[in-house]
């Protein structure tokens, strides 16, 4: 239509829908791309920073920004800046993406907070799976999503996820990496399992929230004992902290030490003062003192837990974890910081509720470090329509590989005559 009518073809906008906006100001009611996948941005970095930073929302890409070599969210964003608002008749989106928007990005990256936004605003309709091997130039699984602000009352709060990846047959002639097609009666099952709105096999119905976590942080406390070994010493050795050190002080002072080979405990003070003849010698700052005693901790699950002048716990970095804690049910209305919900009573019993059952059982003494509790989204469809299939017995597995012993023995016989 748009390339055989002159008037349409005339409201084609050339350049870079990152960098400019062909349709400035302007809204419409439908929506529909197949942009290509993965494709970088990074040479309309700075026009598209520069946008998200002084617009903000009231720019194209105010929810965030993906990974500079996937621009796949930078065009769905650029699309719902075009959708009408609730009061001038609202608009439907519809776009077709490789599997990466659904669930690339941890909680707090800029993929998870545009997912965020989608659906915390509660525009994410549906998400299809359509067969692999559909387009030309490459072969992967490719997904539709269906985005609206005009949403029907029974669909409020869901989205509707639909498997349509058996739906298609073979063609009688590739052309490049598209084997298959989708039929006229496959296109028509697919809109009726979205008509229908229908939990089944190929359809499932969830809320928004439940693709969205809390990413809680979980600590351990550090547990330390002093030792002087020649394992202790050669990291003393190697420490770059002691660099301002020449290399003649530095190996007297390593020597020095090494007169105590052998020497272990869990008191920190206690060896202070054993040790005390050894720090006389030498005129080391702090620092440099708090890396020779950095150097000869070694981690034992069995002595008691360093703290701080207050008495709480020290976190140990290498036993540091994290958990993606559910969020509570309920309608979730979107704020670009949900810090204040994280704090929330509701938000904070989730947590505790999940550390009880789920990690102190198996790590006593965890702790979860609120501050850096993030929220994260994610689609994982296919988990979704996962169907789990035993492995065949291991009877018939055996009988196989006997026989195949066998077969092989008996080739073998008929070569050796």
Not at 29 to 46: I, M, Q, S, T
Not at 57 to 81: E, K, V
Not at 177 to 183: D, G, L
Not at 279 to 293: D, I, K, M, N, P
């Amino acid at each position: 239509m748009m390339l055989k009518d002159p008037e349409h073809r005339a409201r084609i906008a050339h350049g870079n829908s990152f960098s400019t906006d062909g349709h400035a100001g302007e809204r419409f009611d439908y929506l529909l791309a197949n942009p290509p996948f993965g494709v970088e941005w990074k040479k309309v970095r700075d026009e598209v920073e520069k946008e998200s930073k002084t617009l903000g929302f009231a720019g194209r890409f105010g929810a965030g920004l993906p990974r500079i070599n996937d621009g796949s969210f930078l065009f769905l964003q650029h699309m719902i800046h075009k959708m009408k608002p609730v009061e001038e008749g609202e608009s439907r989106v519809a776009i077709v993406f490789n599997g990466s928007p659904l669930f690339t990005g941890a909680a707090g990256s800029g993929e998870s907070e545009i997912r965020r936004w989608i659906l915390e605003n509660d525009w994410l309709e549906a998400v299809v799976a359509l067969p692999d091997q559909l387009f030309y130039n490459t072969g992967i699984s490719t997904y539709f999503w269906i985005v609206t602000n005009r949403k029907a009352p029974e669909r409020r709060g869901k989205v509707q996820l639909v498997d349509a990846r058996a739906s298609w047959e073979k063609m009688r002639k590739s052309l490049g990496e598209k084997r298959k097609r989708i039929s006229d009666d496959g296109l028509a099952e697919i809109v009726r399992l979205y008509g229908d709105f229908e939990d089944n096999e190929h359809v499932k119905i969830l809320p928004n929230e439940s693709f969205g976590a809390m990413r809680v942080t979980v600590e351990r406390p550090l547990r330390l004992r002093w030792e002087i070994t020649d394992e202790t010493l050669a990291t003393l050795t190697a420490e770059r902290k002691l660099s301002k050190l020449n290399d003649e002080t530095r190996d007297e002072l390593v020597s020095a030490l090494g007169e105590y080979t052998g020497l272990s405990g869990t008191d920190r003070e206690a060896l202070a003062v054993k040790l005390s003849p050894v720090f006389a010698r030498f005129v080391l700052t702090r620092a440099q003192e708090t890396a020779v005693w950095d150097a000869l901790a070694v981690r034992d699950p069995e002595a008691p837990a360093i703290t701080d002048r207050r008495g709480d716990p020290l976190p140990d970095p290498e036993m540091r974890d994290h958990e993606n804690v559910p969020l509570p049910e309920g309608a979730v209305v979107y704020e670009a910081d949900p810090t204040a919900r994280l704090e929330s009573a509701e938000y904070r019993a989730a947590v505790r509720d999940h550390m009880e059952k789920e990690v102190l059982p198996y790590v006593p003494g965890a702790w979860v470090d609120h501050d850096k509790t993030k929220v994260g989204y994610e689609i994982p469809l296919t988990r979704h329509f996962y169907v789990y299939k035993p492995p065949r017995p291991l009877e018939e597995i055996d009988a196989e590989i006997k026989g195949l012993e066998k077969e092989i023995q008996d080739l073998l016989a008929e070569v050796t005559k």
